[in-house]
């Protein structure tokens, strides 16, 4: 079945503000992936956290992962209207991904 | 590298027709391959995955099939489109983390 879960399923926020998406999945994991989605285009790859990290930032991005509570939170910072987008985790597990069904964010100039 | 290769771009097809849209793999062999439907608004779902030749899953039941007569390749299809069936197809596949994704196929049932 789908592996990945995030909430909200759609998020509307006002540009400067933080934007935060969380991600739940059901078995172990080797890495979580995050995801972005432009309307009606092809997957971006934004970053990558491994089971035996906390947390990873990369530049507006700051991913963590709680294998514990098998979770995994996205905040952005100081968003801008250019985020507005679909954001996606996904989960891989020996040679098996899957995504979740995504969150809908929209920031508002 | 690998590259996903998905055909055609758009479509537009009536109520009642058949579809087959095809994916191929370059770049790696024996990739596990995946078939994504998102529909107008919403997230991804899973329709279909494949670990290996004429071995397929799916993940949700409906009037479509999927086939996977060689190693590279990945088929979707449906004898006869309803409606609901609109939508953007993904394929994407790989043997790592490293998840490769085709260019998808907007599927518009008339």
């Known amino acids: 079945s789908q592996q990945g879960e995030e909430d909200p399923q759609a998020l509307s926020i006002q540009e400067g503000e933080n934007a935060t998406m969380n991600c739940s999945y059901k078995?172990?994991?080797?890495?979580l992936q995050w995801y972005r989605q432009n309307s009606g285009r092809g997957l971006v790859h934004l970053i990558l956290?491994?089971?035996?990290?906390r947390e990873k930032h990369s530049g507006r991005l700051r991913v963590t992962l709680d294998t514990s509570k098998k979770s995994s939170s996205l905040l952005i910072t100081a968003s801008r209207a250019a985020d507005t987008a679909s954001y996606f985790c996904?989960?891989?597990?020996?040679?098996?991904?899957?995504f979740g069904a995504g969150t809908r964010l929209t920031v508002k100039p | 590298s690998q590259t996903i290769h998905q055909w055609p771009a758009t479509l537009v097809q009536p109520v009642g027709s058949p579809l087959s849209l095809e994916c191929t793999v370059e770049?790696?062999?024996?990739?596990?391959l995946y078939w994504y439907r998102q529909a107008a608004g919403r997230g991804l779902q899973l329709l279909f995955y494949?670990?290996?030749?004429?071995?397929i899953s799916s993940e949700v039941p409906q009037n479509l099939s999927a086939s996977r007569p060689q190693d590279r390749q990945f088929i979707l299809s449906s004898k006869k489109l309803l409606l609901s069936d609109s939508g953007f197809y993904l394929c994407?596949?790989?043997?790592?983390?490293?998840?490769?994704f085709g260019p998808g196929t907007r599927l518009t049932v008339t």
């Open positions: 994407t596949g790989g043997r790592s983390y490293e998840q490769y």
């Open positions: 956290i491994r089971s035996n990290e």
């Open positions: 996904a989960t891989y597990n020996n040679n098996d991904m899957r």
């Open positions: 078995t172990s994991i080797n890495n």
């Open positions: 494949s670990v290996g030749i004429g071995q």
């Open positions: 770049g790696t062999s024996n990739p596990n």
